[in-house]
């Protein structure tokens, strides 16, 4: 079994940074990318942004410049660096993983169970 926890979220106001931070545990041979997806109430969940176990990230268009993905120094973590947060960044961030249980594996999704992110005006 695979499970992701997330930490990190929180209240801040606009302006201001937070880390989220994601820890992959259980039977994992490897892990092939790793990424933060955001829901807002009322709308669907959205990528935010990933990155792939050779260092490449991806951001979404709201948040290039402002977030930064990372790989930690621990093995399966990784961490989204927020700053210059905005109202409209408020949702529950989920973290995710395609991760393998072994070789003889195909990679699947697996998700954390959600950190709420809120940003006042």
């Known amino acids: 079994q695979v499970q992701l926890v997330e930490s990190g979220g929180g209240l801040v106001q606009a302006g201001g940074s937070l880390r989220l931070s994601c820890a992959a545990s259980?039977?994992?041979?490897?892990?092939?990318?790793m990424g933060w997806y955001r829901q807002a109430p009322g709308k669907q969940r959205e990528l935010v942004a990933t990155v792939t176990s050779s260092g490449s990230a991806d951001y979404a268009d709201s948040v290039k410049g402002r977030f930064t993905i990372s790989r930690g120094n621990a093995k399966f973590t990784w961490y989204l660096q927020m700053s210059s947060l905005k109202p409209e960044d408020t949702a529950v961030y989920y973290c995710n993983a395609a991760c393998r249980r072994t070789y003889l594996h195909k990679y699947e999704q697996y998700w954390g169970q959600g950190t709420q992110v809120t940003v006042s005006s």
């Open positions: 259980g039977t994992i041979f490897d892990i092939n990318a």
